[in-house]
């Protein structure tokens, strides 16, 4: 049966409820399936499935020692009246393009796919394991993950999540969705610093804290856990499906997705898809100003020492993509990959070989895109096509048509453009690039972006200005040990 190892340590095999309920390996590494061929599977009986067969023959392989019938109860749970698309992740033509909507969950980013199905593949793992401890979840987020992680986990019975985001760091939706959370085992707050502090904070916690710490074990809801990635593995099923029912392609044809990358998990997921047998072609990772992974595609080198820049695809201001460690395992091996990341923790750099970057550049191929670009983009498709997209999709569109006019191996195969978020997320800056006058408050950007578009404000965002407000705290950051050890308490029987 298919087992998990460490990136960094592959003596210690762990079954895969136990990788989902750990998150990160005790030795810091991420977990990895530990054969993958044992994840291989017809994708052509997998396309004959609708949406949630296909997640159920996706996770049956990643988490076997699940079972059958647990797999297929989480699936019914997590999909069941979240999404407000049928289809979960509807493939829309637009020009000669095929945009995937991943953002038709309960918070309005693609990361409602995977964390609609976390709560519950912990709180099985939890049972099966014989685990007694609540589970606490911890998370810094600059915005979608928080929301996403808060709504995913709100009363889900034997769990707790506290997301911690920066005072004044995040846009007034991202905070409002927050804030307005219900579920008596959620809490947002607010953490005075930046994102980097909140999220050192948090990392820090895990060391601090001792676990279990008054009968709560703590955990995390990143994209670290394998639990985040695999649900994000069924959607390039999905799309490949739409697109042979489509006509756009025939069964056995070769797609590229274009993903528009942060931690490298999304994409990730892509390549697991690749592994399982799905026939992807090339894997375009988007990246924005912060375009360390262009630079690694290029030239094999990963150099984090570099300007960090604010952009309008906040969610993939990054320069250390934890998922990469993934990859650098799965085709460089586990001894290369411990001197990457010791190389990456002392000097903030690493080379991979040029055999390797061969190995990696069969699949992946990075391409990154500034400000004034995004901006045409969105600008142009809603002129083209009225289309609207939101500032990270317009990353991957306009890393979709440099690919397409670029030398690389595979341009003209058909290209799936992952889009992963609501414009209405990010409704000023959608506004400015349209040309707008920019309102003062979200609630009047959200109106003006539907007036002058034409596109729906999504009832899940539209609702947000009059709930009540729920979370009112806000922290320093040398408070959050003792803060979380006081909620650890509060719990206590
Ligand atoms: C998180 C996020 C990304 C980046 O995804 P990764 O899996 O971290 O690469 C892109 N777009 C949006 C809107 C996101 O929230």
Redesign the pocket.
Known sequence: MLNYVSTRDDSVKVSSAEAVLNGLAPDGGLYVPDNLEEIRLDYKEVIAKDYRGMAKAVFGKFFPDYGEDAISAIVERSYENKFSSEEITPLVKVGDGNVLELYHGPTC???DVALSALPNLMTVARDMTGFEDEILILTATSG??GSAALHGFSDVPGTRIIVFYPEGGVSDTQRLQMVTQTGLNTAATAVRGNFDDAQSGVKRLFTEIPRPCKGVSLSSAN?INIGRLVPQVVYYFAAYKALVESGRIAVGDKVNFTV????????MAGYFAMKMGLPVGRLICASNKNDVLTEFLETGHYNRKRTFYKTSSP??DILVSSNLERLLYLVCGLERNKGFMKALAEDGEYSVSEEELAEIRKIFVGICCDEEKGAAVIRNVFDDNGYLM?T?TAVAWAAYEEFEKSEEEGRGQANVVLS??SPYKFTRAVLGYLGAEIPESDEECMKLLSEKTGAAVPPQLAGIFAKEIRHKDVIECDEMKQYVIDKASAGEK
Request: negative net charge.
């Open positions: 980013a693609f990361k979608d993950t994209s528009p990358t942060g931690n490298f998990g999304d994409i969610s993939m939101d990270h992963t978020a």
